[in-house]
């Protein structure tokens, strides 16, 4: 099995990924292909050192991986062009909502498919990557595409296909919802007589900070909330708003649920 990687669509997300890939010498530029019809975006990819083609019968045959990166809308009429390499090359996509079972229909059904979620971070090295494979990728290739997708981030596998709507709700969707908590921070502090921009920086920072020391403590967050929380004090008031009769909890739910049910018929 080759290491050559193939990256079909180079937007934000597609260019995101593979300056990751370079960057950390996960991946040679020699072994890259990018294919991208759109000039700009093709010259970007260019200049990073990679080969770069417009379409997909420019593809070297031995290609070991063909990374689909392109908009949901128009996969339907992209993919189809790279049946030819069912049985070598393993197929990893990260368009939204479209499943194995429909790239298995345009590729054949011994095609060996990935589907990735990723979120926006991934731009910045810092998303989170969920992964799912068919039944016939390999032990091996599952090694490497997780090595070369942790370059955007963290990376989780799961087992079950139709637990990626939720995975959908939860992180794919996620960041929205933090960046409306900054907006709602920022906007409450304005409210309480702060300046806008200090208002902005306060809120950015401390969500920057509590999810930064979220993830390298060793106590759960509830811990770490309640060592926040004196007893009667302004942390403790927030927190019965926040908290009293689950007022957070639910609505946080209820929205995630919102975004599952609608992953789901968005994949019909």
Not at 32 to 37: D, F, I, K, L, Q
Not at 157 to 168: P, Q
Not at 223 to 249: K, Y
Request: glycine share 10%; with cysteine.
């Amino acid at each position: 099995m080759g290491k050559s990687v193939v990256l079909v669509g180079c937007g934000n997300m597609g260019y995101a990924m593979l300056k990751g890939w370079i960057a950390s010498g996960k991946l040679a530029a020699s072994d890259t292909t990018v294919v991208e019809p759109n000039d700009g975006l093709r010259e970007r990819a260019a200049a990073l050192g990679v080969n770069t083609a417009t379409k997909a019968d420019e593809v070297s045959p031995s290609a070991g991986f063909i990374v689909f990166a392109v908009k949901p809308q128009i996969i339907r009429d992209i993919a189809p062009a790279y049946a030819s390499h069912t049985g070598k090359a393993t197929f990893i996509s990260v368009v939204a909502g479209l499943g194995t079972a429909g790239f298995e229909e345009m590729l054949g059904r011994h095609a060996s498919v990935m589907r990735c979620m990723p979120n926006t971070p991934a731009a910045i090295g810092k998303g989170m990557m969920v992964l799912f494979s068919n039944r016939n990728v390999t032990e091996e290739a599952k090694q490497f595409a997780s090595e070369l997708l942790a370059t955007s981030g963290a990376i989780a596998t799961i087992e079950n296909e139709e637990m990626m709507d939720a995975v959908t709700a939860v992180s794919g969707s996620g960041p929205a919802y933090v960046f409306h908590f900054i907006e709602c921070l920022t906007a409450a502090g304005e409210k309480a007589g702060l300046p806008k921009d200090t208002a902005k920086l306060l809120a950015m920072q401390t969500v920057y900070g509590a999810a930064s020391l979220a993830k390298e403590s060793d106590e759960e967050p509830g811990r770490l909330r309640e060592q926040v929380t004196s007893p009667n004090g302004t942390t403790a008031a927030a927190l019965n708003i926040l908290m009293g009769e689950n007022r957070l909890l639910d609505l946080v739910t209820e929205a995630v649920e919102a975004a599952r049910r609608r992953s789901i018929e968005l994949g019909k």
